[in-house]
């Protein structure tokens, strides 16, 4: 049932022993708190009307079972329509308080029907739509209207690209310009005009005084630089017998002067040593020791960190 028309009398003549009844009773209480909850606007009034039709049915069903006088159910003259087995029939004695009871019962079924009637007509209309938040779509990332501008940036990386290619082919021009010029010198020709290309070459890269410049080369330049100040302090050995002071190549930062006009030289005069020995120069061999053993001494005064020159400075000790 939907509407509380179901619930109008005629089962309001007929609860003289409701409150007698516990199960019936029970049925009201339940009634009468869904009754508050509508009136707080979470009940339902089709669970109310549902619940008032269970009471007056039950209360009838009691009615009858009680003027009947208690007689077993399935009797010729017992008009119940939910006859009770004979364990649950009350007996007579608290029957007294039947008039009392009913005008009670009466009034409070009287006030349930009456707030049913206000429920309805202050209810809304049913809705299609369901009695409880839906979720909702997935959140939307929207975009500016104006479309972002990477021009710039595709320019700068562009230009970053393009620097680096060419700091691949200039360490790669001077490379093999210091490996034809080793290859002169071992078999006795001239250096001159290869020199001054690579002094060119090296200047147009690393320009005099750009040494203090902690800025990090492109590419592998920076080993290429360290090549370039080793041969040029081989070199260097090779007129005056002497270390190749860090004033004549202000191009190279600290590192690669340590890394190639020192622990790489040490490495040379090693070879160098040998094939001079086997030549039965004396003085070569022993000049090239003292200044190793020098430069032994002198690194010793530095206090080198995990990284490539204190892997370079392990290998320099085996050159003596």
């Known amino acids: 049932p ?3 028309s179901h619930l109008a009398p005629p089962f309001l003549g007929c609860v003289a022993g ?4 516990r199960r019936t009773s029970m049925l009201l209480q339940i009634c009468m708190r869904s009754l508050t909850k509508l009136a707080a606007g979470i009940g339902s009034p089709k669970r109310i009307a549902i619940l008032g039709l269970l009471v007056g049915q039950e209360a009838h069903a009691f009615l009858s079972v009680s003027s009947a006088q208690h007689r077993p159910c399935g009797g010729d003259k017992l008009a119940a329509p939910y006859p ?3 364990h649950q029939l009350l007996p007579s004695r608290r029957a007294k308080g ?3 009871a009913a005008n009670i019962v ?3 079924v009287h006030t349930l029907h009456a707030h ?3 429920a309805e ?5 049913p809705s299609s739509s369901p009695p409880f938040n839906m979720p909702q779509p997935p959140y939307q990332y929207r975009t500016e209207s104006s479309t972002l501008d990477l021009t710039e940036m595709g320019t700068s990386l562009a230009q970053l690209e393009e620097r680096r290619q060419q700091a691949y082919a200039n360490a790669r021009a001077i490379g093999k310009l210091i490996l034809h010029s080793k290859l002169k010198l071992e078999t006795g020709q001239t250096t001159t005009e290869i020199d001054a290309e690579l002094s060119k070459l090296v200047a147009s890269v690393a320009p005099n005084g750009t040494g203090g410049n902690r800025i990090q080369r492109e590419a592998n330049l920076s080993s290429r630089i360290e090549d370039c100040v080793r041969y040029t302090a081989f070199q260097h050995f090779l007129v005056t017998g002497q270390l190749l002071s860090p004033s004549a190549v202000t191009y190279a930062t600290d590192e690669e002067y340590l890394a190639g006009a020192c622990m790489g030289l040490c490495h040379d005069l090693s070879r160098y040593g040998m094939g001079r020995a086997t030549a039965r120069d004396f003085d070569s061999v022993v000049q090239a020791s003292d200044l190793v053993q020098k430069l032994l001494e002198y690194l010793l005064k530095f206090d080198f960190r995990n990284g490539p020159l204190r892997r370079k400075y392990d290998a320099t000790k085996y050159a003596l």
Request: charged residues 15%; hydrophobic residues 20%.
């Open 2 to 4: 939907t509407s509380s």
């Open 18 to 21: 409701l409150l007698i009844d």
């Open 84 to 86: 009770r087995p004979p």
């Open 98 to 100: 039947t008039t009392t």
């Open 106 to 108: 009466e009034t409070q």
């Open 116 to 118: 049913l009637q206000a």
């Open 121 to 125: 007509r202050s209810s809304p209309p």
